[in-house]
Each structure stands twice: as structure tokens, then as C-alpha cells.
């Protein structure tokens, strides 16, 4: 008996200890730390800066008046030979820093010094298929756990101390295309997982998983046709609905190996409760052998974090002929609706197609659509009624069979398949109620070719070569209005934008250019107010948090991604940039 009032009093003598010196009183990362880590600045424990994915932080000491003092504190190699394509956003906690690398690899970094405090190198196998490249955009945070996806469709959760793994968990079949690449995050205590495969005629879908053992919860397709299920604390699964109705908009049995991947991961917004996946390309990317919308391809996913079940979906492209995805994030915003003057609870996204979409993001409802790159021919708009497309004529690429059965008729399509946008994150600013978008302007020859389903080969049915549309920028980050639909600035760049946006309460828009400036520049006018050249293209999104009372700023650098890969005559035209692997960090210089 004495001995526990002995303990008890221990307990509350330390409590009242770490309080009173500022220290914090337990390390582990809550849910309420995720729910607030958009308002905190101490850290950042979650993808996007909050799970709604804003990258706005409220941080001010580094502002359009000091941000000229901003100087490196430290640099970091991710060593080795695997320099290339790094597009991962770090996660700080608790004074660490955890960084995923190329080729599947976590750093632990002390996040004031620099110091490498551990790695793990996850052991890949032979015969991977990621389709862009050998990259990973970030880790989850949760309790003492450090969690992230790797090449062969794997989860792999460590301790944030020791970098000891902890479990392990498989997420699919790497042999039949499976991969994964995207930051996961956590909604509602649960670890909120997509795959990556869509070019391999994979089934893309959402799991949501326990973060501290990694089994599963819930598991919902993407594609319709689809059986989700939940799941047990043994593992036993019990069926939780068709996605969508059997063929209502697929014909035939393609549906089976439809695609709709959701590679680049989700937001997740805790006032609905709602996860929001974007979905890739429904496949075969030729689109005469699948007629109908092909739900819930090139889509907007609203899912239950509870139910595992969709709330709503919006197709940004119904019956995609051309890769144009819809896997880019959704990003919860208040939205003051110009047409009502009210404040509507809405998401923005700026689609693969070169449309911006505002969405009610409790039912999905289209409230305004607009471009947000300046040559777009495979739609004029959209029917503000039905939320659909108005298709060009002849936009498409032809059929095969309507020829000589072999190649269909090539068009030209602006925007390329890499997007107006691609996986590189937008930003939207409190402060300005302004996106920030890290557009391309590019378009493609694209063609239609037979093809048929064989596990684990690429499964396209398509070619195509990528054409710069200017001599002189493929780039633009651009500020757009959601109301007015207006581009009020744009910067452009030569190389094509390929990393994520920052935005601060200091008045300030960061990003970085393959041409490796990480740039910082006024959020109202697009004023650059600061650059330093890290050494090799950056293709990740920035971040910012306070460590002892001193605002840094973060971000990855490597060149690499789909744009070498896939880019044809603009990866010729920017293969002089240089592949790398580091992280750097900056802070105000004291004069
Ligand atoms: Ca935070
Ligand atoms: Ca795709």
C-alpha cells in the first residue's frame, strides 16, 4: 500500500516537472496531435500538414519581411548509390525528424542537428513493378510508431526510437503489379492505406488498418463490382457491400482488373468524418474496349472512416481515354460560395485534366470548375447541372477496330498525361483564400492499340510521346481564386513542376523546381523573395515547424520521378538535371 502512494506521488511529482519545463510529458503521437496539426507548430505529425492536406501552417517568424535571413542549418545525404527521385515529405516529432528515401529506405534524424539517429533499408525483391519511379512520398506518425509504404506493397511500422520493426504487414500481390509509394495517414485512429498498379490492370481500393498492429479494419474497391469487407480482431472478413452496382457502368468483365488505383494516398477531413481517395485511370488506358463511365475511375472517393463505405463520389473524368487520373488530392477548405455568399464546407482539387474542381465536400455536389492551365482540348467545361463533361468532338483517341485494327487514330491532347497537376501538392492559404497550384503545360500524341490482361504486365492498349507546348516554361506555380476561377499570379518555370507546395501566415508560398531552387515568394503577388540552390532537383513539398523557439523550413531534394521516365521529348529536353538524395533544413539567421 505504500509503495503504490509512493509511485502515485512519483508520477504527479514528474508530471508537474515536465510541465513546468516546458518538456514534454509523453512522446507518443495521439490522435488529437494528428486532429491538431494544423494549428500547432511545434510539429508535423501527418501528410499535408493536417490530414485535410492544406500545407498551410501559422507560423509567422519567417515572413515576407525576414525570409531574406533564411540560411541552411543543416544538410542530410540519404547515401549510398540510389540518388534518385526523391518526392517525400518529412514528418517532425518530439524533436526527430523521419524521412523516407528512394528504394524504400526511413531516416530518423535529430531535427535540430542534423544527426543521423537511425535507418532502416527495407530489403526489396527482384521484379518490383513501380510504373514512376523508385519513390516514396512520406511516413504516418502514431503512439511510438513510424509507419510507410514500400515498392512491394508492403507496410512496414517502426519504433520512432530504436527504428526497430515492429510489424509488418502485407498489402498486396508486387507480382501482379501491386505497389505502393503514397504517405499513409491516420483518420480517426486508423492507419488509411491506397495501392498503387492502375498501368498493371490492378483493383485499386482504400484499407483502413489498426497503426499499432497493422491489421486490417476495413477494405473498400474502388472499382465497381467490387466486394468491400470488415474484419475482425481475428482476421475473419465479413462482407460490407458491392462498391457500386455490378456493370451499371462497366460492360463486360473488364471491371475485374479495372484499375481506379489510388496511388497518391487520401486526405481525410474530421468535421464529416469522410476519407477523400482520388482514383486513378480506369484500365486498359484504351478506352473503346470499356464502354461507360467506368466508376469509380478518375474519381473523387468520399469514404466513412467508420463504415468503410462511400458517402459519395464525383468523376472529374467519366470514361478516361487518356491516363488523366483522378488521384490528386482533395484538400477541405471553407469555401464563401459567391453565388449564396454562405460558407460551404468544400474541397478543391486540381484534376490530372487541367480542371480545378470545388466540391461540397459533404455530398460532393459541383459548386464551381474552372482551368487552371491555358490549352486544354478534350473538353470545353462542364455542365454546371449535371457536374459532367462537355466532351470535344474528335478529343479521344480512335478505336483500332475502326481501322486497320492494329493503331487507332492519334490526336493530339493537351494536357499531357502527366497532368496540369500531378502528384506534386497544392497549398491553400487561410490567409489569401487562395490555391496554390504547381501547374504544367504540356499535351501528347496518344494512340489506341489492342491489348489484352496478362498478370503483372503493363496494360495500357495505348502509346504516346509528351511534347513541351512552349520553348520557354513547361512550369507555372500558380495562385487561383476558388470563386472566381482567376489565375491572380503564376511564376513560370522552364522544367516542369514536379514537388509539392508550402504556404505560411508569414505571407509566404515555398516550392521547389527541378532546377533545384527551393524559392520563397510573396503569397499575394508571387514576388520572389528568397532562393538557394540545394545542388539537384527538388521534386517533394516543403514543410515548417518550430524546434526551440526557432521556425525551420524542410524539404527534400532528388531529382527524378515519371517525368524522366515517361516524359519523351521533355525528358530529353531536361536530362541534363541532376539526381541527388538529401534533406535540407533552413532557419533565420541571428544577426
Ligand atoms: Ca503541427
Ligand atoms: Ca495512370
Request: include cysteine; glycine fraction near 14%.
Amino acid at each position: 500500500m505504500q509503495k503504490h502512494k509512493t509511485l502515485r506521488y512519483s508520477a504527479v511529482a514528474f508530471a508537474v516537472a515536465a510541465a513546468l519545463s516546458g518538456a514534454p510529458a509523453r512522446a507518443d503521437v495521439t490522435d488529437a496531435d494528428i486532429l491538431n496539426d494544423a494549428k500547432t507548430t511545434g510539429d508535423v505529425v501527418s501528410f499535408g500538414l493536417g490530414t485535410q492536406g492544406q500545407r498551410y501552417s501559422p507560423a509567422t517568424q519567417i515572413n515576407t519581411k525576414t525570409v531574406k535571413n533564411l540560411v541552411p542549418a543543416w544538410s542530410m545525404s540519404f547515401g549510398g548509390e540510389k540518388q534518385r527521385g526523391q518526392e517525400s515529405q518529412p514528418v517532425i516529432h518530439n524533436g526527430k525528424m523521419f524521412v523516407t528515401a528512394s528504394y524504400s529506405r526511413l531516416f530518423a534524424i535529430d531535427a535540430k542537428s542534423g544527426k543521423k539517429l537511425w535507418k532502416y533499408e527495407h530489403r526489396l525483391p527482384d521484379g518490383i513493378m513501380p510504373c514512376c519511379d523508385v519513390i516514396n512520398r512520406g511516413a504516418a506518425l502514431y503512439g511510438n510508431l513510424v509507419i510507410f509504404a514500400t515498392l512491394d506493397a508492403q507496410l512496414v511500422a517502426l519504433n520512432q526510437d530504436t527504428g526497430k520493426v515492429v510489424w509488418k504487414e502485407k498489402i498486396d500481390d508486387y507480382k501482379a503489379g501491386y505497389s505502393a509509394t503514397a504517405a499513409p495517414i491516420i483518420a480517426k485512429g486508423k492507419l488509411i492505406t491506397g495501392v498503387s498498379g492502375g498501368e498493371f490492370g490492378v483493383v485499386g481500393r482504400i484499407d483502413a488498418r489498426d497503426p499499432m498492429t497493422g491489421k486490417l479494419l476495413w477494405s473498400r474497391p474502388t472499382v465497381e463490382g467490387h466486394m468491400g469487407y470488415t474484419y475482425d480482431k481475428e482476421g475473419n472478413k465479413t462482407e460490407n457491400g458491392i462498391s457500386g452496382t455490378t456493370n451499371a457502368t462497366w460492360s463486360g468483365d473488364l471491371w475485374q482488373t479495372g484499375g481506379a488505383a489510388t496511388w497518391n494516398g487520401a486526405t481525410y477531413d474530421p468535421e464529416t468524418n469522410l476519407i477523400f481517395a482520388g482514383t486513378g485511370n480506369p484500365a486498359p488506358w484504351n478506352s473503346h474496349l470499356r464502354p461507360g463511365d467506368n466508376l469509380f475511375s478518375s474519381s473523387t472517393v468520399a469514404i466513412d472512416a467508420d463504415t468503410g463505405k462511400i458517402a459519395w463520389h464525383y468523376q472529374n473524368t467519366p470514361h478516361d481515354g487518356w491516363d488523366f487520373d483522378g488521384v490528386n488530392e482533395f484538400v477541405s477548405f471553407d469555401f464563401k460560395d459567391p453565388k449564396t455568399g454562405k460558407v460551404v464546407k468544400a474541397g478543391g482539387k486540381a484534376d490530372r485534366n487541367g480542371f480545378f474542381f470545388v466540391n461540397d465536400r459533404t455530398n460532393g455536389k459541383l459548386l464551381n470548375v474552372f482551368p487552371f492551365v491555358k490549352k486544354i482540348t478534350w473538353a470545353t467545361g462542364y455542365d454546371m447541372a449535371t457536374g459532367r463533361p462537355l466532351y470535344t468532338a474528335d478529343g479521344r483517341p480512335g478505336d483500332p477496330n475502326a481501322g486497320d485494327g492494329k493503331k487507332g487514330n492519334s490526336v493530339f491532347s493537351a494536357p499531357s498525361f502527366l497532368g496540369g497537376k500531378n502528384q506534386q501538392q497544392i497549398a491553400y492559404s487561410q490567409q489569401t483564400g487562395l490555391f496554390y497550384v504547381p501547374a504544367n503545360e504540356w499535351g501528347m500524341d496518344i494512340w489506341n492499340e489492342p491489348v489484352s490482361y496478362k498478370k503483372g504486365a503493363a496494360y495500357l492498349g495505348a502509346g504516346f510521346t509528351i511534347k513541351a507546348l512552349h520553348d520557354d516554361y513547361i512550369g507555372a506555380l500558380r495562385a487561383v481564386d476558388p470563386a472566381t476561377g482567376k489565375i491572380v499570379w503564376e511564376n513560370k518555370n522552364y522544367a516542369p513542376l514536379w514537388g509539392g507546395v508550402l504556404t505560411t501566415a508569414g505571407g509566404l508560398v515555398f516550392y521547389g523546381t527541378p532546377e533545384g531552387y527551393l524559392k520563397g515568394v510573396d503569397a499575394k503577388t508571387g514576388k520572389e523573395l528568397w532562393s538557394f540552390q540545394t545542388g539537384t532537383g527538388i521534386v517533394a513539398p516543403p514543410v515548417t515547424w518550430e524546434q526551440d523557439g526557432e521556425q525551420m523550413i524542410a524539404v527534400t531534394t532528388g531529382w527524378g520521378g515519371a517525368v524522366p521516365l515517361w516524359g519523351g521529348d521533355v525528358a530529353k529536353r531536361v536530362n541534363y538535371l541532376e539526381q541527388g538524395g538529401s534533406v535540407w533544413v533552413f532557419k533565420l539567421h541571428k544577426g
